[in-house]
């Protein structure tokens, strides 16, 4: 079955610094993958999504994330965070089909001064 | 375009009420999906619904029911809400060929 692993629960950067959030998955065929960011008390936004082609794709907001196959990963970047980065940020998979898609538990970024 | 609309944003139940959450989306979208949100869980599919007329079961159907209205519209439906029924529950829309999903606001559903 189709899993997605988020293995930090929170995270802590200072403004300016750079970011990775750490995001593997396992599905047997070629993944859809995405990442959503969550503010307190919102729904979910699209930053980025991978289906194929370039392994490195580009998002909303200053983001982007690299599809490795060889390492099933899909981690999350950004070179320089500012303090409305702040949020919950959850990796997903999507299922063949694209009917159901895949969370992962969701990284909470905080962001110090 | 309000894109996925929700409602109630809040509600507080008592064991054994019933209630219905409703959401709309003005998108055109093939699929639509309800979620539940519980802290450390990540967000778990209760029901989706891939087409007008279809509805299928997720990973937690228990406890609730659905109703594709029309193509706009999906309810939710607690025909007898518990405890562990507490959770924010967000609808979720997609065009159902490039499989990203628009989300509503959330409802925050308390059951007493």
């Known amino acids: 079955a189709q899993s997605v692993t988020q293995p930090d629960i929170h995270i802590t950067v200072s403004e300016g610094a750079s970011l990775e959030l750490r995001c593997n998955y396992s599905y047997g065929a070629t993944p859809y993958l995405f990442w959503y960011v969550q503010s307190p008390g919102q729904g979910l936004q699209l930053l980025l999504k991978y289906f194929s082609g370039d392994t490195l794709v580009q998002g909303i907001k200053g983001f982007e994330a690299e599809f490795k196959r060889s390492q099933s990963s899909f981690n999350l970047r950004k070179p320089s965070v500012h303090w409305s980065d702040a949020a919950e940020y959850f990796c997903?998979?999507?299922?063949?089909?694209?009917?159901?898609?895949?969370f992962g538990a969701g990284t909470r970024l905080f962001v110090k001064a | 375009n309000a894109g996925v609309t929700q409602t109630p944003k809040f509600q507080v139940l008592k064991t054994g009420q019933s209630m219905t959450l409703q959401c709309a989306q003005d998108m055109n979208h093939n699929s639509m999906y309800w979620y539940r949100q519980d802290p450390g869980m990540g967000l778990r599919l209760i029901y989706y619904s891939a087409s007008e007329g279809t509805t299928d079961k997720g990973e937690v159907p228990n406890g609730y029911n659905v109703s594709r209205l029309n193509k706009r519209e999906f309810s939710l439906r607690l025909e007898s809400a518990a405890p562990s029924q507490t959770s924010v529950y967000f609808c979720?829309?997609?065009?159902?060929?490039?499989?990203?999903?628009?989300f509503g606001p959330g409802t925050r559903l308390t059951v007493t």
């Open positions: 979720a829309s997609s065009p159902g060929i490039f499989y990203e999903q628009y």
């Open positions: 997903a998979v999507g299922e063949g089909g694209g009917f159901k898609t895949i």
